[in-house]
C-alpha cells in the first residue's frame, strides 16, 4: 500500500474550491512559488506600516497571535510585489493611496497613526467603498496567516506527523480547527 501526502499548498488550494471559493490567481502563484517576470516592487515604508495596520486589524491579536506578530504583512508585499502583474500592483497601491487619503479625510491623519478604534471604521467603511482593495486584502491577510507558523500552530490544531485518515471528526465547543 502506497501512501502519498498531498503538499500543503496544493491541500490550501482545494480546501478553497471544497468550501466554494477560489483563491485569486496572485495568492496562487504565490503558493506555488511562481514569480512575475518584471521587476519586484518594493513597498516605501509608510506603505509597509500601512499593509502591517491594515492586516492586523483584520485579524488582531486577542488571547491568540495577530497578523503583526504572524508576519502576514511580509507575506503580502511578496505576494503583490513579486506575484502580481504591474496593472495589479497599480490598483493594490491605489488602495493603500485611497485608504490614508480616506483615513486623512475623516480623521485628519494617516492610517497608521489612528487609534485602533478609528482603523476599525476606516476599513469597515473601506468593506463598502473600495471593494476590490478590501477583498484582496482580507484573502491575502487570512492566507498569509494561516500559512504562517503562528496560525497554524498557535490558532489551529497542528499534528506535524498525522494518523489515518479521518474524514469527519467532530469538535467540540471552543476546540481549534485542524490545519493542513
Not at 10 to 36: D, H, M, N
Request: net charge neutral; hydrophobic share 40%.
Amino acid at each position: 500500500m502506497s501512501t502519498s501526502f498531498i503538499p500543503r499548498r496544493e491541500a490550501l488550494q482545494r480546501l478553497a474550491l471544497l468550501v466554494g471559493t477560489t483563491l485569486s490567481l496572485p495568492v496562487q502563484a504565490a503558493l506555488r512559488g511562481e514569480t512575475s517576470a518584471g521587476v519586484p516592487l518594493v513597498f516605501a515604508a509608510d506603505q509597509q506600516k500601512m499593509i502591517a495596520d491594515l492586516a492586523e486589524v483584520i485579524l488582531p491579536a486577542t488571547d491568540t497571535p495577530g497578523a503583526k506578530a504572524a508576519g502576514v504583512d511580509r507575506f503580502i508585499e511578496y505576494v503583490i510585489g513579486h506575484c502580481t502583474v504591474p496593472a495589479q500592483q497599480e490598483t493594490f497601491q491605489k488602495g493603500l493611496q485611497q485608504t490614508d487619503a480616506f483615513s486623512r479625510t475623516a480623521y485628519g491623519k494617516a492610517f497608521s497613526e489612528l487609534d485602533p478604534t478609528q482603523q476599525t471604521e476606516i476599513v469597515r467603511q473601506l468593506t463598502q467603498r473600495e471593494k476590490q482593495f478590501f477583498q484582496n486584502i482580507r484573502e491575502l491577510t487570512i492566507v498569509g496567516f494561516f500559512t504562517s507558523e503562528l496560525g497554524a500552530t498557535k490558532v489551529a490544531e497542528y499534528l506535524p506527523i498525522p494518523g489515518r485518515f479521518q474524514g469527519d471528526i467532530p469538535l467540540k465547543p471552543g476546540q481549534k480547527v485542524w490545519a493542513i
